[in-house]
C-alpha cells in the first residue's frame, strides 16, 4: 500500500492469525492446504 502523503494513516496490518485464533485454517502452516499462501493488508485513512 502507498496512499498518498496528503492522507492520515490512522493504523495498518496484516491478517495472519496464529493457531489459537479462529480464521487459523485459511492460513495454516507449512506444508499447508490454505486457501490461499497470499495475506490481507488493511489501512486505515483520514482524508
Known amino acids: 500500500m502507498l496512499p498518498s502523503s496528503d492522507l492520515k494513516i490512522l493504523g495498518s496490518g496484516i491478517f495472519w492469525p496464529t493457531s489459537d485464533q479462529p480464521y487459523y485454517y485459511l492460513t495454516g502452516n507449512f506444508p499447508f492446504v490454505?486457501?490461499?499462501?497470499h495475506r490481507q493488508v488493511w489501512v486505515d485513512l483520514r482524508p
Do not use: C, I, K, M
Open 34 to 37: 490454505p486457501t490461499s499462501d
